[in-house]
């Protein structure tokens, strides 16, 4: 009676395994691109929340102070607990005690929360945000109006979101 051998030969494993290395090899970069586009795409997603938030906040610092159109800028860097309010008056002097920081950062707070992670810069114009730059990690900014950061471009604005926000500014200018 004769046997057969049920099994693979080392050939066809050596051959499958080239097989998967060469389609790895393929793949993995793609795949990585995948990611950047991915993680740009939820920074912008994140700008995109934040200057809703903040308009929204403007509204109700509007309806309270009649002072709201006054804001240029609004900043929070790394070392800041809160936003910085920034507004000039006619000769171009930065005003401080009109509208009180915390205030304003509570209100962004209120509606968006996961604004406490972030750094950001926003520029507003007549009571509305006109412009955001957002950095929700140390690699990956993300910018309203979009199209400023892309997966050749992100380096160029690593952690660099007022940069970004210039640039998106730029664009609505």
């Known amino acids: 009676m004769k046997t057969t051998k049920k099994g693979f030969t080392l050939i066809e494993l050596i051959v499958v395994i080239a097989i998967i290395g060469v389609l790895a ?102 009571g509305a945000c006109t412009a955001v730059g957002v950095s929700i990690d140390k690699t990956y900014t993300g910018t309203v109006p979009g199209g400023v950061v892309t997966v050749d471009t992100y380096k160029t604005y690593q952690n660099n979101y007022s940069l970004a926000a210039q640039e998106a500014l730029k664009k609505v200018s």
Not at 61 to 79: F, P, Q, V
Request: proline share 2%; charged share 30%.
């Open 25 to 126: 090899a393929v793949l993995v970069p793609s795949m990585l691109g995948y990611v950047k586009k991915s993680k740009i795409s939820s920074a912008n997603s994140a700008a995109a929340s934040l200057q809703k938030a903040i308009n929204t906040a403007l509204i109700e610092l509007e309806e309270e102070t009649e002072r709201a159109s006054e804001i240029g800028m609004l900043d929070r860097n790394s070392k800041a607990s809160g936003a910085t309010v920034n507004i000039k008056d006619d000769k171009g002097t930065p005003i401080t005690d009109i509208i009180d920081n915390d205030d304003m950062w509570d209100k962004i707070c209120h509606y968006m929360d996961k604004v406490k992670k972030c750094r950001f810069v926003a520029y507003c114009d007549g």
